[in-house]
């Protein structure tokens, strides 16, 4: 196999970085360097896109994922660990003295049936924890980050000869339910394997053009709360209400007050949000019924917010109960999920400087967008939480074609979102500027031999 180095020093392009991250030797021609080996591997890349698009797994039972990526590594004579927090993989790259980088794909797909028409569309069925059979899809792109991580390995292990540290890949399950990174730094994560001085991930964008990567400074998604409320009261005949405490009323007017929640209890200059998402309550028109239930997202990106808005719902809704004569032992029950919060998170500035800084010399100013901070979820945000304060940088990576995102652009028409049946990313650049952009990532952060 052929042996590739970095060019002279002489070839740098001076950029300015902060103090907090030395400066290795910068400004070598990472795209030469990478783009032969991502072009001589994409074939192979994209029939596992296929193969991963096409057979996806819900959260907590990725185990063919999680095996057919172990796989993958072990075939480039990378040490791999199974089963780190649940069917998590763990493939550790040893080069010498160096930083030590983890990149981080997930696995897990979701319970949505597939739309798109592809060719290779998902027709997969799996029984979901309620028993239920449910279809199943890629519909976060979750496939495309897997492929991008295997060529991202392959590609590093053909530079071994440039660069010097560890990298330590990981496959995480259970993203979309929120647990799978706690569940991994729970079974040792960072104490049996090499502990991370960066931690990388790219995520799959619906509204950019594939070819180009978004970068962001600061938070980039929100902190996810799942609450569950049970509003209680007296059953009876709805012919008959006044002898009863009718729970549909209080539920509607709940939820009415919770929307000052953030008009009038939060800053105007902070964030967040309170949808209620479900509501169910009654079994037929003529009857009151005991308690209604209310299923309600709560987002925001500070943690100082979120403690506010959490307790604001609380005492919205027991004051609400009050109000309509609810006797203390009916108040509301309100619940909040804790086992999948999700953090915000929240890219090292200076890292995510850096970082686009590597792009755009890869990519060109245009194609490196500067993205502002979203209310979805992510928890690769614990991977930066711990007592240890790793810096972390997630990216977004276009996938749509350029045509495609013009037009939404000039009508205004939306794009399929993510988590949508429609959503279907173009496997060509999206991989091969994904396999690029983490290389190079690496690359940058990692030491010179």
């Known amino acids: ?66 095996a057919r990526l172990a796989e993958e590594l072990k075939a480039l004579g990378i040490e791999v660990t199974t089963g780190v927090g649940g069917h998590g993989v763990v493939g550790v790259l040893k080069n010498g003295a160096g930083p030590t980088i ?40 979750h496939d495309v980050h897997i492929t991008s991580l295997v060529g991202t390995a392959r590609v590093l292990t053909q530079l071994k000869s440039s660069w010097s540290g560890t990298i330590v890949f990981i496959g995480q399950p259970a993203e979309e339910r929120g647990a799978g990174a706690r569940a991994m730094l729970k079974d040792g994560l960072f104490t049996r394997f090499p502990k991370p ?35 209680r009261g007296l059953g009876g005949h709805g012919a008959w209400p006044h002898k009863t405490k009718d729970p549909i009323v209080l539920a509607a007017q709940s939820i ?57 719902i609380k005492r919205v809704v027991r004051g609400q109960a009050i109000s309509a004569g609810i006797p203390e032992d009916k108040l509301p029950v309100v619940h909040v999920d804790e086992r999948e919060f999700t953090p915000a998170t929240y890219n090292h500035p200076d890292l995510a400087r850096r970082l686009g800084g590597t792009f755009k010399q890869l990519f060109g100013e245009k194609n490196v967008i500067k993205r502002k901070p979203v209310m979805g979820g992510e928890d690769f945000s614990e991977y930066g939480r711990t007592a240890d304060k790793i810096p972390i940088c997630l990216f977004w990576l276009g996938t749509i074609e350029p045509d495609r995102v013009a037009e939404s652009e000039r009508t205004g028409k939306p794009l399929p979102a993510l988590h949508s ?3 279907r990313p173009v496997p060509e650049p999206s991989i091969k500027t994904g396999v690029t952009a983490m290389s190079a990532a690496v690359l940058e952060l990692a030491g010179r031999k």
């Open 1 to 66: 196999m052929k042996t590739l180095v970095f060019p002279s020093l002489a070839c740098a392009v001076a950029i300015v970085v902060s103090a907090a991250f030395p400066t290795n030797l910068r400004g070598a021609d990472f795209k030469g360097l990478i783009s032969p080996l991502v072009d001589r591997e994409y074939s192979s890349l994209e029939k596992l896109y296929v193969h991963c698009h096409s057979h996806p797994e819900l959260s907590f039972r990725e185990q063919k994922t999680a």
């Open 256 to 312: 009415m007050a919770m929307q000052t929640i953030v008009s009038r209890e939060t800053d105007p200059l902070e964030s967040a949000v309170v949808t209620v998402g479900s509501v169910h309550g009654g079994t037929k028109h003529n009857i009151i019924p005991d308690e209604v239930k209310l299923q309600i997202t709560v987002r925001s990106f500070t943690d100082e917010v979120r403690a506010r808005t959490l307790e604001s």
């Open 197 to 231: 001085d960066y931690c990388l991930a790219l995520h799959v964008s619906s509204d950019m053009p594939a070819g180009s990567v978004g970068v962001v400074e600061g938070f980039v998604l929100a902190n996810v709360d799942s609450v569950d409320i049970t509003m």
């Open 421 to 423: 049946s429609l959503y």
């Open 102 to 141: 983890l990149v981080r794909t997930d696995l897990d797909a979701l319970p949505v049936k597939e739309q798109t028409g592809l060719p290779y569309a998902s027709t997969v069925r799996a029984t979901n924890d309620a028993g239920l059979e449910v279809d199943v899809m890629h519909a976060c792109g």
